[in-house]
């Protein structure tokens, strides 16, 4: 047990100040996204079928491929402004969101039903509902992480009120654990049980069991899902949490939250965010929507399996697949 001293590692507002963290379009880069979108489009390409290759920007592709590499080794973040979603079609748009993702790693399937680009928003599903999912309601979330390596949005539209971002360094987390409670430690870096999600219906497996925080291969490597890991603990067939177990996982909670330890923000029509779930954790909170429903609040999210991921534990296996470093990995598999 000791201090993680990693190039993830941020404390609250400096990650405004980090250079890796963000970037505004230029007019030509605009120019060369809009260009590739219309080649595309020329084309008639299926949207799956869409290849880095096939989505060229010859200037701007660099600058992605070293936001790959600092999501990797650097903030773990990046955030990325200015294009201009009302100029194009929900759908062009999700083209181009599709493109530019495609410069980052390969999209995986986010549910059952095979979906690579899922629309943030709510649909009005009451919590308990078995299609309830965090992005397709309202309510505030958690800091967690998903299922892939990086996970990324593209907002379309915002909420009426409310909907802001809040992202925390894992190894930031860690640390103020070790500093405050150290006891709480030692059960975060042990197997904890989480419950297969109940979207995730082409899983035979009921359960699967994985660290909290971890350093494997002499990286850091952290993950968090405590809706899964509070319903595993509540099955019959499964060992009670204890004492230490929720004391542990409610003061991570607290820690999170901390104002000065975590980053708030909004993503703004045109805005693209790109975490990396191994390294952040991150959160949403609850928003207010408009009436009209030509108003309410999308975005697009996309989870990436990265070609330069670190290598995972194998306990990560029963989540993940592989986890060996720059492997396909995660994702929710449609049914066999």
Not at 150 to 173: D, H, P, Q, T
Not at 318 to 330: K, L, M, N, V
Request: with cysteine; hydrophobic share 35%.
């Amino acid at each position: 047990m000791k201090p993680i001293e990693d190039p993830t590692l941020w404390v609250g507002s400096e990650l405004s100040r980090r250079e890796d963290w963000q970037h505004t379009l230029t007019p030509p880069e605009l120019a060369e996204i809009e260009s590739a979108l219309q080649q595309i489009k020329v084309r008639s390409l299926e949207m799956e079928a869409i290849e880095a290759d096939d989505f060229p920007l010859p200037t701007f592709g660099p600058r992605l491929l070293k936001a790959r590499q600092d999501l990797e080794t650097g903030s773990g973040s990046f955030f990325l402004h200015g294009w201009p979603v009302d100029r194009h079609s929900v759908e062009d748009n999700r083209l181009a969101f599709w493109g530019l993702s495609r410069h980052l790693g390969t999209p995986i399937s986010q549910s059952a039903k095979g979906e690579k680009i899922f629309d943030v928003t709510d649909s009005g599903f009451k919590v308990g509902h078995p299609k309830a999912r965090g992005p397709n309601t309202r309510k505030g979330l958690s800091f967690h992480c998903d299922r892939c390596d990086v996970i990324g949005f593209m907002c379309l539209r915002r909420a009426k009120v409310g909907g802001e971002n809040l992202l925390v360094s894992s190894a930031a987390v860690h640390n103020r654990i070790l500093e405050t409670r150290p006891e709480l430690l030692q059960p975060l870096y042990e197997p904890w049980y989480y419950r297969t999600h109940n979207v995730d219906t082409g899983n035979d497996d009921p359960w699967c069991k994985q660290p909290i925080f971890a350093v494997h291969d002499g990286r850091w490597v952290a993950y968090i899902l405590r809706v899964l890991i509070d319903r595993a603990y509540e099955m019959d067939e499964l060992p009670d949490m204890t004492p230490l177990q929720r004391q542990a996982l409610d003061y991570l909670d607290e820690v999170c939250a901390d104002p000065d330890l975590h980053y708030r923000f909004m993503q703004e029509p045109g805005d693209l965010l790109f975490v990396n779930n191994f390294v952040n954790f991150h959160s949403r909170t609850e928003f207010e929507d408009h009436d009209d429903p030509e108003q309410k609040r999308l975005l697009f999210r996309i989870w990436l399996s990265m070609p330069n991921s670190r290598a995972l534990p194998p306990l990560f296996s029963g989540a993940f697949g592989a986890t060996e470093a720059g492997a396909i990995r995660g994702g929710i598999h449609p049914p066999r």
